[in-house]
């Protein structure tokens, strides 16, 4: 990216170096706005480790915290009681930091499988285990259950903690390639009263979470054009319960690169054509997937509800480049790992402060500070950032993506989420 604070050639390679991070720096941005360092699917300030002398999966690499000067202020001296599900892949059961925050009490943990439910409950510093999250449920304790299982069961689970009363924050996406269950997650929430989370990462990477401010205070006007990219080559499958990777339609995880406008500007996407490529991995041809999936890339085109026009890209079966990243313009202004507009006093870019003991985690730092939100919610009697009405707008525009690129890109409408209050 070309920018006029580029260095004069005559500069050393390492003054150079150092202009720019302090150039960053005074923009309120680090490296991981600008697609520099790759996000994480763990916490941690070191690389991950490889295992059997493999090198780490595209996406779990671990990031650093750029830092902050602003100080948490606690809103409550309360603990919220909470349950964890699931402890697989990622490890997401302790990997957002829910047992290190001074407002949590982790009551009881669950994962199917006994030797994961052991090490669960060892990562959490909690005695008390279940063998289900169907078991879990019923216990009276627990106020919030944090869903971190496989992706197809998120939008059943969250609908049954919530008819048994709990608030819930689940993994993405909200739903897995279901209308029907969009529906029905939905109305669970609404006529429970509870509050409702999906945990997505870029909603708080340092660029997103930049725009999203910019936007609100009026700096970019409405979004003309947005675009996002979510890139994870995956030509040998991840491991997954009951195999549910192999052969996943891209815009059925669309949230990470959806976010960059959803997630910017509380929006929606109204309609889509997307078009999808038949994929050379062979766990992406259809005779090899339960999905009949032929798609490895899809590449939506969605008209905004501002309006606007959205490019949002999902890919499994392109080498090279990795990661979550994104870019808009708006009529007052665009952003793209910098504002570039009409807007001359910036409103404060810096993202929330963590609470003591929590790490930023992984994904760009976001993994602490989605933990954080949630439970404030919770404590502040509010909706949280990504609630119900956002998460599924973001999730189900990739399900109707879908639909349209096995349609050959026929423009479709997306059913839309209202704001609860």
């Known amino acids: 990216m070309k920018t006029s604070n580029n260095p004069p050639s005559s500069t050393s390679p390492e003054q150079a170096a150092l202009n720019r991070r302090s150039f960053l720096r005074s923009a309120g941005l680090g490296a991981t706005a600008l697609g520099l360092l790759p996000m994480a699917c763990s916490t941690g300030k070191q690389p991950a480790q490889s295992?059997?002398?493999?090198?780490?999966?595209?996406?779990?690499?671990?990031t650093q915290?750029?830092?902050?000067?602003?100080?948490?202020?606690?809103?409550?001296?309360?603990?919220?009681?909470?349950g964890i599900v699931g402890y697989g892949l990622c490890k997401f059961g302790a990997e957002f930091g829910f047992q290190n925050h001074p407002n949590v009490e982790i009551v009881a943990v669950s994962d199917l499988f006994p030797d994961r439910c052991e090490q669960l409950a060892k990562a959490c510093r909690c005695t008390k285990t279940y063998p289900s999250l169907?078991?879990?449920?019923?216990?009276?304790?627990?106020?919030?259950?944090?869903?971190?299982?496989?992706?197809?069961?998120?939008?059943k689970q969250a609908i049954l903690a919530l008819k048994h009363g709990k608030h819930v924050a689940s993994a993405?996406?909200?739903?897995?390639?279901?209308?029907?269950?969009a529906d029905q997650l939905y109305e669970a929430v609404k006529t429970s009263g509870k509050k409702y989370m999906m945990f997505e990462t870029s909603c708080f990477h340092e660029d997103l979470y930049a725009m999203r401010q910019i936007y609100n205070a009026g700096g970019?006007?409405?979004l003309v054009y947005s675009e996002g990219e979510y890139y994870h080559y995956m030509d040998d499958?991840?491991?997954?319960?009951?195999?549910?990777?192999?052969?996943?339609?891209?815009?059925?995880?669309?949230t990470h690169s959806n976010a960059y406008y959803i997630g910017v500007t509380g929006g929606s996407f109204t309609e889509v054509s997307c078009l999808g490529m038949p994929s050379i991995v062979e766990q992406l041809k259809p005779a090899n997937n339960r999905y009949k999936n032929p798609f490895g890339s899809?590449?939506?085109?969605?008209?905004?509800?501002?309006?606007g026009s959205s490019r949002m890209a999902v890919s499994w079966d392109?080498?090279?480049?990795?990661?979550?990243?994104?870019?808009?313009?708006g009529q007052r202004g665009s952003f793209y790992g910098k504002y570039e507009g009409l807007e001359k006093v910036l409103p404060d870019l810096v993202r929330p402060a963590l609470p003591p003991g929590v790490d930023a985690g992984g994904h760009g730092g976001s993994h602490g500070r989605l933990t954080d939100e949630f439970i404030t919610a919770i404590l502040q009697d509010r909706q949280p950032l990504v609630d119900i009405s956002m998460a599924l707008n973001m999730t189900v525009s990739g399900i109707v993506a879908h639909q349209s690129a096995m349609r050959n890109g026929e423009t479709l409408k997306i059913p839309q989420y209202k704001i609860l209050s």
Do not use: C, N
């Open 172 to 181: 993405v996406p909200a739903v897995f390639g279901s209308l029907e269950e």
């Open 318 to 329: 392109t080498p090279g480049d990795h990661g979550e990243r994104g870019r808009i313009r």
């Open 65 to 82: 915290e750029a830092g902050t000067a602003k100080k948490w202020t606690p809103v409550s001296d309360r603990k919220v009681r909470v």
């Open 220 to 222: 970019l006007g409405k």
């Open 51 to 62: 295992t059997a002398g493999k090198p780490p999966i595209q996406g779990f690499e671990r």
């Open 134 to 155: 169907e078991e879990l449920v019923k216990d009276d304790r627990i106020e919030a259950v944090f869903i971190a299982t496989d992706a197809p069961s998120h939008a």
């Open 237 to 254: 499958p991840l491991p997954s319960y009951k195999e549910w990777r192999v052969g996943l339609p891209p815009q059925y995880y669309p």
């Open 298 to 307: 899809e590449i939506a085109m969605f008209r905004t509800s501002e309006g």
